[in-house]
């Protein structure tokens, strides 16, 4: 399998030492184990039909539908289908729903390597590779006290263990430091009640937003249900289905 989508491989390391501190060291590997690897997808074939996507002609269609659960007939391309998984994984999805309006399978999810494994290049090589970042993220998230680093470009998380009680986060792969609190880059030379009063004498419009922005939570949004998570979700229109975002921090869950 010399052109097989390489899945990314991550090691969760507790420390021992007296700081006691979880640390998470993310590596990828070119080597893959079997359970590493995605599931062969079924070979698409071309049919007289028009995808219900695109509406185009004789192109290629997966042979079996997005998912298990799904009671319609395929209707929807191998092209419009990987365009559909990409784009919810640049989203932060990594549970993804059958693209086919008229689905009712809510309880069932596709598998998005195996529809990326139909064409392997750098582009869906990248997006695999997300997409398992995602994942890791996601379980990581449910641990309590999982803070991501704030610094630019730095993508490292860790368990800080004292949580609030000491604010400062130090990076274990960047050494940037950030605040729990207020999850945020570590405001330099201030304690956070030093920061919370300068922001409200320098910034009054700022920290009555911040003020505001609690209240318009516990009134417009709901914490995330997930046993270890707990982040704010909000509601966006008039759908209720919520997903607590990873790509936002969040842990995926779906409610």
């Not at 996507?53 to 209707?75: G, I, K, M, Q």
């Not at 994942?135 to 803070?147: C, D, G, I, S």
């Not at 704030?150 to 800080?160: E, K, L, N, Y």
């Not at 009054?204 to 609690?214: D, L, T, V």
Request: proline share 5%; aromatic share 6%; charged share 25%.
């Amino acid at each position: 399998m010399g052109n097989a989508l390489r899945a990314p491989r991550y090691i969760y390391i507790k420390d021992i030492d007296e700081s006691k501190t979880d640390v998470f060291v993310a590596s990828h590997h070119d080597t893959t184990t079997e359970s590493d690897q995605p599931l062969p997808s079924p070979a698409n074939v071309v049919t007289e039909q028009s995808c219900i996507v695109c509406y185009e002609l004789d192109v290629p269609f997966p042979s079996t539908t997005p998912t298990t659960a799904c009671r319609h007939p395929v209707n929807v391309c191998a092209s419009c289908l990987e365009q559909h998984v990409c784009s919810q994984i640049s989203e932060g999805r990594i549970r993804i729903r059958c693209p086919a309006l008229e689905c009712s399978s809510r309880g069932r999810f596709m598998r998005p390597d195996e529809v990326l494994q139909t064409k392997v290049n750098e582009e869906r090589q990248a997006t695999y590779e997300r997409f398992h970042d995602l994942k890791v993220r996601q379980t990581l998230n449910t641990e309590r006290n999982m803070f991501w680093c704030r610094a630019p470009g730095c993508s490292s998380g860790q368990i800080h263990v004292e949580g609030a009680a000491c604010p400062v986060v130090i990076c274990q792969a960047c050494t940037a430091q950030s605040c729990f609190k207020h999850d945020m880059i570590w405001h330099e030379g201030m304690t956070c009640k030093e920061f919370d009063r300068a922001l409200q004498q320098t910034h009054p419009e700022r920290a009555k937003q911040i003020k505001a922005s609690g209240k318009w939570l516990k009134k417009n949004a709901k914490t995330c249900p997930n046993k270890g998570c707990g982040r704010w979700i909000e509601k966006i229109e008039g759908c209720d289905h919520m997903t607590c975002k990873s790509l936002e921090g969040g842990c995926g869950h779906e409610l």
